[in-house]
């Protein structure tokens, strides 16, 4: 079946303790990009990764760090987690530059508070 | 002014409605629009994908997009309480991250 899988589902973490949320997809994708989303303000992108070690900033980077050392994988890294950084984070993979016409598939979301 | 524009709702009518839901974008060079549902707790998952004008049958839904007026619309027929989520109109953006261009999204409830 094909999946996109996150982890933690949940997640209530503290000011400034580092945390990663991993990212998993079994479709040999070679797109995949981080969105938050908020209230208010909907999904808006992270960060991108065009394929193994090609990453790039998406509209909201700020406080956060991704690698793509694998194509299956691509974890979200929160180095010093504040509490603008509650929201629900998806996962997102598509076969190749989304633009070409290709799905999206979402992952189920990782909700992320920082106290 | 937002990109994408679509309107909060919350939307609620009674089971076998048709139901519309709209949005309109800002951006003339947009090709590519998706409407996606997103039941609660759960990622988007893509519904109907249209390219330029004109209209997409799929089952139940119809995707209508108008690109003289910037207008996309989603119409549900035979609404059906498993339909109660919140769809989401997007586009793709004209930058080459392939970011995805969101509405707010337009929660419906629909009620036996």
């Known amino acids: 079946e094909a999946q996109v899988t996150q982890n933690p589902r949940y997640l209530i973490t503290v000011t400034g303790k580092k945390l990663t949320v991993t990212c998993s997809q079994n479709?040999?994708?070679?797109?995949m990009s981080w969105y938050r989303q908020d209230p208010g303000l909907g999904l808006r992108q992270i960060y991108y990764s065009m394929n193994v070690e090609v990453t790039d900033k998406g509209d909201v980077p700020e406080g956060y760090k991704v690698s793509r050392k694998e194509k299956r994988n691509f974890p979200l890294i929160l180095e010093s987690p504040s509490p603008n950084q509650t929201s629900l984070y998806f996962c997102?993979?598509?076969?190749?530059?989304?633009?070409?016409?290709?799905?999206?598939?979402f992952g189920e979301g990782s909700w992320l508070t920082v106290v | 002014q937002k990109e994408v524009e679509q309107d909060p709702g919350p939307l609620s009518v009674p089971e076998g409605a048709i139901v519309s839901l709209n949005c309109t974008y800002s951006n003339s060079a947009f090709q590519y629009f998706m409407w996606y549902r997103q039941y609660s707790r759960k990622g988007p998952e893509l519904l109907m994908y249209t390219y330029s004008s004109g209209n997409k049958e799929d089952g139940r839904f119809t995707a209508q997009v108008d690109k003289s007026s910037k207008y996309i619309s989603l119409f549900i027929r035979d609404s059906q309480p498993s339909d109660s989520a919140t769809y989401l109109c997007a586009t793709h953006g004209s930058s080459n991250t392939g970011k995805l261009i969101f509405g707010q999204g337009t929660t419906l409830q629909v009620k036996p």
């Open positions: 997102a993979s598509s076969l190749s530059h989304p633009s070409s016409g290709n799905t999206i598939y």
């Open positions: 479709m040999n994708h070679e797109y």
